[in-house]
């Protein structure tokens, strides 16, 4: 089965809003936690990560919530701008390994 | 700025060619990968290399192998591609923090 999910395919959100996206992982070594972003015909680029060690991280916009117990993480995007209309990748995996997970994607669009 | 670099970036062949496609990282890691990005965008990792030195392999057909030359070189050859095979393959480097640094991807269509 698929070791990260993301069970919403697509999200739509107006301009201004905060968007949320969720990634759920099954694997309790994994304690490296990650957001990617992919435009269409574009490779996936790093957002923001996080390891175990905490359960929150904050960069700008985004913020990073980990729940370790609950196997979940998340992505919150404050002040949305139709920019972000992407579609975002969760990984995971664990720091010392040389695998790094995806979930299937959610497609943020942001309405303007 | 691109410094993960694939060619070709799209092949289109028949079933049982033999296809190959290069990968070269300019960044310095140590440790490049191959992922599958599958009909459905899914991407899941095929191999990984560490100095040349094959570290993940998952469950692929045996008619996918990766080759090294040196740190900064992965290529991945496909023997006799079946439909199935069809997809984009990115390469991707890491400084071993856990972010990847992705190619362009090498789209195959297989008729």
């Known amino acids: 089965g698929q070791q990260v999910k993301q069970s919403s395919p697509s999200l739509t959100v107006q301009e201004g809003g905060i968007s949320i996206l969720n990634c759920d992982y099954e694997?309790?070594?994994?304690?490296?936690f990650a957001w990617y972003k992919k435009y269409p015909d574009n490779s996936p680029t790093l957002l923001i990560s996080v390891r175990s060690n905490v359960d929150k991280r904050e960069d700008g916009r985004l913020t990073v919530f980990l729940n370790k117990s609950g196997k979940h993480f998340s992505l919150h995007i404050t002040a949305s701008q139709p920019e972000d209309t992407a579609v975002y990748l969760c990984?995971?995996?664990?720091?010392?390994?040389?695998?790094?997970?995806f979930g299937g994607g959610t497609r943020l669009t942001v309405r303007p | 700025e691109t410094a993960v670099f694939q060619t070709p970036n799209y092949h289109v062949t028949q079933v049982g060619n033999e296809v190959s496609f290069n990968c070269k990282q300019t960044?310095?890691?140590?440790?490049m990968y191959w992922y599958k990005q599958d009909s459905k965008k899914l991407l899941k990792i095929m191999f990984s290399y560490n100095n040349k030195q094959l570290i993940v392999n998952e469950t692929v057909p045996r008619r996918f192998s990766p080759q090294s030359s040196d740190k900064a070189h992965l290529n991945l050859r496909i023997k006799s591609v079946e439909p199935e095979d069809s997809a984009v393959y990115l390469c991707?480097?890491?400084?071993?923090?856990?972010?990847?640094?992705f190619g362009e991807g090498s789209k195959l269509t297989v008729l």
């Open positions: 990984a995971a995996g664990a720091w010392a390994g040389a695998k790094l997970t």
């Open positions: 991707a480097s890491s400084p071993n923090t856990g972010q990847l640094y």
């Open positions: 694997n309790d070594m994994f304690d490296y």
């Open positions: 960044l310095g890691h140590d440790t």
